[in-house]
């Protein structure tokens, strides 16, 4: 492994970072030249748009042959978005839910996670299954088109009153989507080059590398927008945007990759019976969360980072075969795992039983 491989892995990082920032930039611009509610660009176009380095990367990886690249990075991501973002923003700030992500959007990514470990569980992902995926995210965006449409006044005032009223500059927002596209395009390729370098070089799987750097790199749009978005005090976005980013990721991202690979998308063995059932926990665990009081508390994020923390150092004890694996493990799913659900229903329990008297 050469610097100049270290370099790359660097440039992919920044390009995919950059490349993301311009394209939400420009295609949110535009979406309100055209009069969409911001309602919709900040459930589509905005979480949709922090997920484009996922869509490069996985899109490329699976178009190469790099399969476990691929599903690792949106499996490793999704994971990362809820435990590590929600997690460090919580510990920032406690964060605010809004009710319709609590009644829809939460509801909807853990009906998705289901549906991923369903598909997955016979080892493959077929495009027969990417075409499943990429149509539900057709109809998914149509029904927040359809929906919206009930408060586009409203909204449309609101975003007057924010924006200063409608960027007419469409020609401007359009050079800027192409050079977002441009940039993750080339990081893209950059990064999962330097990714599979970087797995055969240490002996870990390519598998394990998407699961954790490619991951964490490609989540890194979301993080800042999450991250900042708790600092300003805009509580609401730093949850929507992850919750809507791990939507786009199974429905779109996996969707087109799956597509686009020659012989669909094999699942490993260890990813059908570890960090699947890991992704579905995960979605499943933010009900409880979110519906108690509507709110994510620092107590909470902390549990959340805690986790991701627990989740990554087992990955690297499996990569190394280490001879503590089976007992880290046993713990986890023996005690560590189920006092925790347990934990979470009775807090969710409680909630309901106050509000209901």
Request: hydrophobic share 55%; with cysteine.
């Amino acid at each position: 492994m050469t610097s100049m491989t270290i370099l790359f892995f660097i440039l992919g990082l920044a390009a995919l970072i950059f490349g993301a920032q311009l394209l939400v930039r420009g295609a949110s611009r535009l979406a309100l030249s055209f009069g969409i509610s911001p309602l919709v660009v900040g459930l589509t176009v905005v979480a949709f748009g922090t997920s484009s380095p996922e869509l490069a990367v996985s899109i490329q990886s699976a178009y190469s042959g790099q399969v476990d690249i691929a599903l690792g990075n949106v499996v490793g991501s999704n994971i990362f978005n809820v435990l590590f973002i929600l997690g460090v923003s919580a510990l920032i700030t406690p964060l605010l839910v809004d009710r319709q992500l609590v009644r829809q959007e939460v509801p909807a990514m853990i009906g998705i996670s289901l549906l991923l470990f369903a598909l997955a569980r016979d080892g493959e992902i077929s495009r027969w299954n990417g075409a499943l995926l990429f149509g539900l995210l057709a109809a998914y965006t149509a029904f927040v088109v359809l929906q919206s449409r009930r408060a586009r006044k409203d909204a449309e005032e609101e975003a007057t009153a924010e924006e200063g009223g409608w960027d007419r500059h469409w020609w401007a927002q359009l050079a800027l989507v192409a050079a977002g596209l441009v940039l993750l395009v080339q990081g893209s390729n950059w990064l999962v080059d330097a990714a599979v370098t970087f797995a055969r070089h240490l002996g870990i799987s390519e598998l394990v590398i998407g699961l954790t750097i490619v991951a964490a790199g490609t989540s890194m749009p979301e993080v800042a927008t999450s991250v900042m978005a708790a600092l300003r005090g805009q509580r609401d976005i730093a949850v929507g945007n992850v919750v809507g980013s791990n939507i786009f990721n199974i429905l779109g991202v996996l969707g087109v990759s799956a597509l686009v690979a020659p012989k669909g998308l094999p699942v490993s063995a260890a990813m059908v019976s570890f960090d699947l059932p890991v992704l579905t926990a995960v979605a499943v665990a933010c009900l409880p969360i979110f519906f108690t009081g509507h709110l994510i508390a620092r107590w909470e994020g902390a549990v959340f980072f805690g986790y991701y923390l627990a989740y990554t150092a087992y990955l690297v004890l499996a990569a190394q075969q280490h001879d503590a694996l089976a007992e880290y493990g046993l713990v986890m799913k023996t005690f560590v795992l189920p006092l925790t659900a347990l934990t979470l229903a009775i807090f969710a329990l409680r909630h309901w039983r106050a509000r209901k008297h």
